[in-house]
């Protein structure tokens, strides 16, 4: 069985300031990991992902993570944010059970970009 | 990546009614997934539906209560039956695309009064 669990509910930063959303993962195969975003009333938008290749992913809109398997860690990152960065994001980790890649979502980090 | 288009974008029903949602992909994908999110809540897999096969259903959800059809490879629907107000939440459609990463729709978001 695979979990995840993202560490802040919330996050709050200043515009221009680096943002670092944590995220931990369980799982007992090899894992797919990704960050979704999920805008206000959007549908969710796939941010990056990691797949047993390098082990710092660079994603869409200046995001990274890197994958630290001895850290069991995924933690999302971005040098400076910006206004439009405020959003919920998820955490998922994707294991093929060999019925399909099953996708399963942390509870989601709620990002706020203050001026 | 796949376009995917879900219909009713939203809708406000009665409880002990029905209703379909329709998913609709632009390209010929394998495996589709339900998924719900509740109000605040994160999302939770309902079921994978493959085409030519009974749909698979997770732990907490049966096909009396979420009867899902996949007639073709570009379209499933998932019917919410018997709603009560706990069902309000939105609704997606994903799909794989690749060998890892899906692909969400747009939701629907769903109020039952």
């Known amino acids: 069985a695979q979990s995840v669990t993202q560490l802040d509910s919330h996050v709050s930063v200043s515009e221009g300031t680096p943002v670092l959303l944590r995220c931990n993962y369980s799982?007992?195969?090899?894992?797919?990991l990704f960050w979704y975003v999920q805008h206000p009333n959007k549908g969710l938008q796939l941010l990056l992902k990691?797949?047993?290749?390098?082990?710092l992913v660079k994603g869409i809109n200046g995001f990274e993570a890197e994958f630290k398997k001895s850290e069991t860690s995924f933690h999302l990152t971005k040098p400076s944010a910006h206004m439009s960065d405020a959003a919920e994001y998820f955490c998922v980790v994707s294991v093929n059970t060999g019925g399909g890649n099953k996708l399963t979502f942390g509870t989601g980090t709620q990002l706020k970009v203050e001026l | 990546s796949a376009v995917i288009s879900q219909k009713p974008s939203r809708d406000i029903c009665q409880r002990g009614t029905s209703l379909t949602i329709q998913c609709q992909v632009d390209s010929q994908v394998t495996m589709m997934f339900w998924y719900r999110q509740q109000p605040g809540q994160s999302l939770t897999l309902i079921a994978t539906a493959n085409q030519g096969s009974e749909a698979t259903y997770e732990s907490g959800f049966v096909i009396d209560k979420f009867p899902i059809s996949r007639p073709n490879l570009t379209f499933s629907t998932l019917t919410v039956s018997n709603m009560s107000p706990e069902d309000s939440s939105i609704y997606l459609c994903?799909?794989?695309?690749?060998?890892?990463?899906?692909?969400f729709g747009p939701g629907t978001r769903l109020t039952v009064t």
């Open positions: 990691y797949t047993s290749a390098a082990t």
């Open positions: 799982s007992s195969y090899s894992p797919s």
């Open positions: 994903s799909v794989t695309q690749g060998s890892y990463e899906q692909y």
